[in-house]
């Protein structure tokens, strides 16, 4: 008796922790909550993105120094995590390090470098990054385009050369990296100082912009954080608008082709974030870095903001969120307290 009493004492021990497994497997992303690598530290790679190569996922971005503002520099360079599920990230390491020693240096500690991108080219097999470079001790007037490569996704990244793109002596803000289907990469930006977004064909290499800048018909003046991702056959737009690091609505458009004409989708985000309070009319108190695409499922795309805390950006958060189709061809981000990749089999 007492031994049928412990067996189904232990099976109910086994089927708990079979649920807690589950549950814990059910919270893969939890928004706006802190965001750990394996070593449980908090991830520190900020407004960049994620690539796929060889079978890893590999995340790029700002570094900021733990202690330090926006005001008083943050900015250590860019840092690499990687995962082969988009879950447990491992960190590895600085990719790009701004120096302490060269105030010379395009890279000088005091200049900022945001919205690191990275994208993989074919033809020269080397992977090519970007970011906005503001050069130090001369402002926000003149926006560069910084450009980095490797041959490995695991870095190092060498500093190549900056450009000023826009066709504008002024350069360029916000910006993505959109690399189509064929290959062809566009740099998509917006123009300082009228603040229309532009776009341009890179060379095959990527290295430069090969043509000229058009404007991108359709896209609202003053659109920043752009992120690009093609979905049969259509271009989609998720950006915000221009209100520095302080959060806004954020918009949406597609288009047939880069330059457009793009047409509006309007704010994509609904529901509310718990946590701050902040709804649509905030984007949850985040603004848009990337678009994420899962492999190896469905029309499966993370919509990824970061949360700006430019007095202490080095814990500054991430808003991760499944992006969903609708069926009048527009799209929704919804607010999920956690979610797991299971969203993406439930069509
Ligand atoms: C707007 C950008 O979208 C942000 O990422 C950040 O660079 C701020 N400007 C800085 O003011």
């Not at 008796?1 to 919270?27: D, E, G, K, P, Y």
């Not at 394996?38 to 590999?58: L, Q």
């Not at 062809?184 to 043509?211: C, I, N, Q, S």
Request: proline content about 6%.
């Amino acid at each position: 008796m007492m031994n049928v009493f412990f067996r189904t004492c232990r099976f109910l021990a086994f089927c708990l922790a079979c649920a807690a497994l589950i549950s814990a497997r059910a919270a893969d992303f939890k928004p706006a909550q802190p965001f750990l690598d394996s070593a449980k530290n908090v991830i520190n790679a900020h407004g960049g993105n994620v690539i796929f190569h060889e079978g890893i996922y590999y995340l790029y971005g700002e570094e900021k120094e733990k202690g330090l503002s926006e005001k008083t520099h943050a900015d250590a360079g860019i840092r690499c995590y990687a995962s082969k599920d988009l879950v447990v990230w491992h960190d590895f390491g600085p990719m790009l390090s701004l120096t302490k020693t060269d105030p010379l240096s395009d890279l000088a500690f005091d200049c900022n470098q945001d919205r690191p991108k990275v994208v993989y080219n074919e033809k020269t097999k080397t992977f090519v990054m970007f970011f906005k470079l503001y050069l130090r001790g001369m402002g926000t007037n003149v926006g560069f385009v910084g450009v980095a490569t490797s041959p490995s996704p695991a870095g190092p990244f060498k500093y190549s050369h900056k450009f000023v793109a826009g066709n504008s002596p002024n350069g360029t803000g916000d910006f993505c990296i959109f690399k189509d289907t064929d290959g062809t990469l566009y740099h998509m930006t917006v123009r300082k100082p009228d603040k229309a977004f532009v776009a341009a064909k890179m060379r095959p290499d990527y290295l430069l912009p090969e043509g000229e800048y058009k404007v991108c018909k359709g896209i609202t003046f003053k659109t920043e954080a752009p992120c690009v991702f093609k979905k049969d056959g259509k271009y989609y737009m998720l950006a915000s608008g221009s209100t520095g690091w302080a959060p806004n609505a954020a918009r949406s458009f597609v288009s047939d082709n880069i330059f457009g004409e793009w047409k509006s989708l309007g704010n994509p985000c609904e529901g509310v974030n718990p946590l701050n309070g902040l709804g649509p009319e905030k984007t949850f108190g985040g603004q848009s870095s990337s678009i994420i695409k899962v492999e190896g499922k469905d029309n499966a795309y993370i919509a990824a903001f970061d949360i700006n805390r430019p007095e202490h950006p080095y814990d500054s958060g991430y808003i991760w969120l499944p992006i969903e189709f609708k069926d009048d061809g527009s799209f929704k981000v919804l607010w999920r307290d956690e979610w797991d990749m299971s969203v993406f089999d439930k069509k």
